[in-house]
């Protein structure tokens, strides 16, 4: 929604606002610096795109591409930078930041604008730049700003963005419901009812047994070259250290009997009570209910009677009673015995009615009954006290340079090395290897830090248990030795190559179909290693329903024409499948029950207004006119997958 932006500022990752998202009924709009530092005649230069009168640099896409991959990652650890490229993230950043500038020239068109003022109190109001005083703080905006290496032009345009957004696809998007007339058509596809035939054709049978050579595998390797990486590892240094290893000094009798005298109101002898309370509007209405109470009636029935509820306080002192009503009413409620009823008395509220259900005394006590109970107290705020010392003091040694032996060793810690972990705390190299699980913390922090050999702290468990460490060594996402994966690449490489064939066989399959062969037939003149002719499909509203995910073929089955045949490769190069829609049993829209069709109504709104507003970025896109310099983007996705240089 939109005030995705909002939460993203919140939170404590700031370097993922300059490609921040406004989504709307699922569509988004990067919110970022598109405006470009240069303008030249045509496309060319440094610019991936143009888009109008605006040019989109290489270096700013490769930027926004790898804010974008930082912030996968916070879902996906183990994610590579190519995986994330070839999973398509240039494009779709790409489209992104065209999709921006394009729908702001659109505002501009149609004469909509935001001022510096507006800008302005939408910065002021987010979270992450409140101060103390829980107002803006300028200093900690500058310091935000600084820290994440983005420039204050660069930002108020993402705001200014935003709001643009804000004024006009908010009310295009946000449509409340549509006429159960529209909705007819929808219901009475979701009672379609497919069925067709699929066959499964395996690669495996098709896979050479040769082994075609270095060369080639190496060949396959670069083609295939994130199947094969490993992500990103580093190596940690940590020392555990808890509440059990730092020396706490023994309470004294006099700092018990200090304690005692600072807080010797806590130990004198003092009264709780409970009351049960009405507030009437008016006091006719109030004397009527006390009237009942006096009489022997409880006051939740006195309050019932007249439409109102009664309510029950917990224990209070009379200072406490007289913050909640007046200084008049608790002198009367300490005063009353239990079961007496107050009032009524006007409050600012109405008038009040009050029983007193209960009264605690509480005996004053001395110091020598108080004395283990004080002990206690100070025991475990002196505990707190020594754990919050040695934290900051080891903090003080890390920020001033000390490194992790160093801290360790003062302090008689015992200093740790991992093997090389990725994200999640798994050891490539040692299978066998696990870190404790209470190490968690410590891992998916080492992964956020910038660098090698910083000392960082972190806690493993809330004022218990915490850990000293430092990333020692990084090791770059890359695949393994080829000698160490030659066994891997040659299985691939036989599946890859049976998949060809599987491939072939299912469109030689397509092709006789469409000649006027059944597919029985088909299959018989194909060849053996082919899987029989099996009945699919089902009806379109029961696909995913309890959130399972629907099978390939039957999502192509309900995208098909009828009496179309299609293939569709299956993932991992397992084989090929050949689907044919043979029977499609759809009722007439006229035919829906009036009562289903607007039961569909409102949840249908939203699909409608993600319609409209993809047909609003569509119609800025065409408006201002978009060139790709496709060479260039292409190039910069070499870069960023590691198979170019640095494109300029």
Do not use: C
């Not at 004024?167 to 379609?192: D, F, K, N, T």
């Not at 009812?193 to 075609?212: E, L, N, Y």
């Not at 990333?471 to 066994?487: E, H, L, S």
């Not at 397992?574 to 689907?579: L, P, S, T």
Request: hydrophobic letters at 45%; proline letters at 6%; zero cysteines.
């Amino acid at each position: 929604m939109i005030t995705a932006i909002r939460r993203l500022f919140s939170s404590a990752i700031g370097k993922f606002l300059a490609l921040a998202f406004v989504a709307l009924v699922g569509v988004a709009f990067a919110l970022g610096d598109v405006t470009g530092s240069s303008s030249f005649g045509g496309l060319g230069g440094a610019n991936v795109a143009r888009v109008g009168s605006t040019d989109i640099g290489v270096g700013e896409l490769r930027d926004r591409v790898r804010l974008a991959y930082d912030q996968a990652r916070q879902n996906q650890p183990t994610l590579t930078m190519a995986a994330f490229v070839e999973s398509g993230g240039v494009d779709q950043v790409l489209d992104e930041l065209i999709q921006s500038a394009a729908f702001e020239q659109l505002a501009a068109d149609l004469g909509y604008g935001v001022s510096k003022r507006q800008v302005d109190g939408q910065i002021a109001d987010l979270p992450i730049f409140a101060g103390v005083s829980g107002k803006f703080d300028q200093i900690r905006f500058e310091s935000f700003l600084r820290d994440n290496n983005i420039n204050e032009a660069s930002f108020r345009r993402d705001v200014r963005q935003q709001l643009l957004a804000e004024q006009i696809v908010v009310p295009i998007g946000s449509m409340p419901r549509i006429a159960p007339a529209m909705a007819q058509p929808y219901a009475a596809l979701l009672l379609e009812r497919r069925s067709g035939q699929a066959v499964f054709i395996p690669s495996s049978p098709f896979a050479p047994q040769k082994d075609p050579g270095d060369a080639a595998l190496q060949k396959y390797l670069s083609q295939h070259r994130a199947q094969f990486t490993v992500p990103e590892r580093r190596v940690l240094q940590y020392a555990v250290f808890d509440r059990s290893m730092i020396p706490v000094p023994a309470v004294t009798d006099a700092e018990v009997a200090e304690y005692y005298k600072t807080n010797a109101a806590r130990y004198q002898a003092s009264e709780t009570r409970r009351f049960a309370q009405v507030i009437a509007p008016d006091q006719a209405t109030a004397n009527g209910i006390a009237a009942k109470v006096r009489g022997g009636s409880t006051l939740a029935a006195a309050a019932q009677a007249v439409g109102l509820s009664a309510s029950t306080t917990g224990p209070l002192t009379q200072s406490a009673y007289a913050a909640t009503s007046s200084a008049e009413a608790a002198k009367a409620g300490f005063a009353a015995q239990r079961g007496d009823v107050l009032g009524p008395t006007q409050t600012g509220l109405g008038w009040a009615v009050a029983r007193v259900e209960d009264v605690t005394a509480v005996p004053a006590r001395s110091q020598a009954d108080a004395a283990a109970e004080i002990r206690a107290e100070l025991a475990k705020n002196k505990a707190n006290e020594t754990i919050v010392d040695f934290y900051n003091n080891l903090q003080d040694a890390v920020n001033g340079g000390a490194s992790i032996e160093e801290v360790a060793a003062d302090r008689k810690l015992a200093v740790v090395e991992t093997p090389a972990l990725l994200a999640n705390g798994r050891a490539p190299a040692q299978p066998a290897f696990a870190l404790p699980p209470e190490l968690a913390p410590m891992i998916a922090q080492a992964f956020q830090a910038g660098g090698e050999g910083e000392g960082q702290l972190a806690t493993l468990v809330e004022n218990e248990k915490f850990a000293v460490y430092a990333v020692k060594t990084i090791v770059a996402a890359a695949p393994p030795p080829f000698a160490q994966i030659r066994g891997d690449l040659l299985s691939e490489w036989r599946f890859a190559e049976g998949q060809k064939i599987a491939r072939d066989k299912a469109r030689a399959i397509v092709k006789a179909v469409e000649g006027g062969q059944t597919l029985a037939a088909a299959i018989g003149t194909a060849g053996p290693n082919i899987g029989s002719v099996q009945t699919i499909g089902g009806r379109r509203g029961e696909l995913g329903q309890n959130g399972q995910p629907v099978p390939p073929e039957l999502s192509l089955l309900f995208s098909m024409a009828q009496g179309s045949v299609k293939t569709l490769e299956m993932p991992g190069n397992r084989g090929w499948m050949v689907i044919s829609l043979t029977e499609v049993d759809r009722p007439s829209a006229k035919d829906i029950d009036p009562a289903r069709a607007a039961a569909i109504a409102q949840p249908l709104a939203p699909a409608f207004g993600n319609e409209m507003v993809a047909q609003l970025i569509a119609e800025a896109k065409r408006r201002a006119g978009v060139t790709i310099n496709k060479d260039l983007v292409d190039q910069l996705r070499r870069e960023l997958s590691g198979t170019a240089p640095v494109a300029e």
